[in-house]
């Protein structure tokens, strides 16, 4: 069921969900900005929980999103996204709703990249401690993945343990891949949909997941738990 930019603008979930075949989350985010809507734009704007990306909380996050060509297909888009609330994040969801759930999980802040032109999306989330984020991927990857339309998909990712991957191959129109995990109190997602790349969406996120991994798993950083 084909539906226009504005339609798709309703639906905000934070992953890639394919809604009777048509993908309709970050590719919302993108829509925002580069449509002028007047929503949240694809840059970091000091309102509404959401701060300069040049702080040095933002830049400890920074190396646990896609960089350059991890993701082959799917560049990355700069300036960041940069929210210090849990308000302020969920605000940029379109789901205002969620910011007490999320200030009970810990929440502290969140670093959002887009890439491919609107067709992937790499955020990572920081919360007080591991096993906050270790609930919030149970939570995340429960309710999201339920939510999956076309034809769903599992997939593991090599190397990463804790990575949940999950999909919706296309029926109409768009298919997407995502993967949730974990590096320390952080919990990350790399997803991609598949129209840019509809041979290769999948192993392009398998790739960026594992990119993060190798660049942050061993190293004390922001996510350090």
């Known amino acids: 069921m084909p539906t226009s930019p504005q339609s798709q603008l309703a639906v905000q979930p934070r992953i890639a969900r394919?809604?009777?075949?048509?993908?309709?989350?970050?590719?919302?985010?993108?829509?925002r900005g580069l449509l002028g809507l007047g929503m949240t734009a694809i840059v970091v704007l000091a309102v509404g929980g959401c701060g300069g990306g040049s702080s040095s909380l933002a830049a400890g996050l920074d190396p646990y999103l896609i960089q350059g060509n991890e993701e082959n297909g799917y560049t990355v888009q700069r300036p960041l996204e940069h929210y210090k609330t849990a308000a302020g994040y969920a605000a940029s969801e379109q789901n205002p709703s969620d910011a007490q759930r999320l200030a009970r999980a810990g929440f502290q802040q969140a670093l959002v990249e887009n890439t491919g032109g609107g067709n992937g999306i790499s955020?990572?989330?920081?919360?007080?401690?591991?096993?906050?984020?270790?609930?919030?991927?149970?939570?995340e990857f429960q309710s999201d993945s339920a939510g999956q339309g076309g034809l769903p998909f599992r997939f593991s990712v090599s190397g990463v343990r804790d990575?949940?991957?999950f999909g919706a191959?296309?029926?109409?129109?768009q298919g997407d891949a995502n993967a949730l995990f974990r590096e320390g109190r952080c919990l990350l997602l790399v997803g991609d949909m598949s129209g840019p790349h509809p041979k290769?969406?999948?192993?392009?996120?398998?790739a960026g997941v594992q990119s993060i991994h190798a660049r942050t798993a061993a190293q004390h950083g922001a996510c350090s738990g």
């Not at 290769?200 to 398998?206: C, D, G, L």
Request: hydrophobic residues 45%; glycine residues 6%.
């Open 200 to 206: 290769s969406y999948e192993a392009a996120v398998i």
């Open 169 to 173: 191959r296309p029926v109409e129109g």
């Open 18 to 31: 394919s809604h009777a075949g048509v993908s309709q989350v970050w590719l919302a985010r993108a829509l």
């Open 123 to 139: 955020y990572v989330l920081q919360f007080a401690t591991t096993s906050d984020a270790v609930r919030e991927q149970s939570f």
């Open 163 to 165: 990575a949940d991957g």
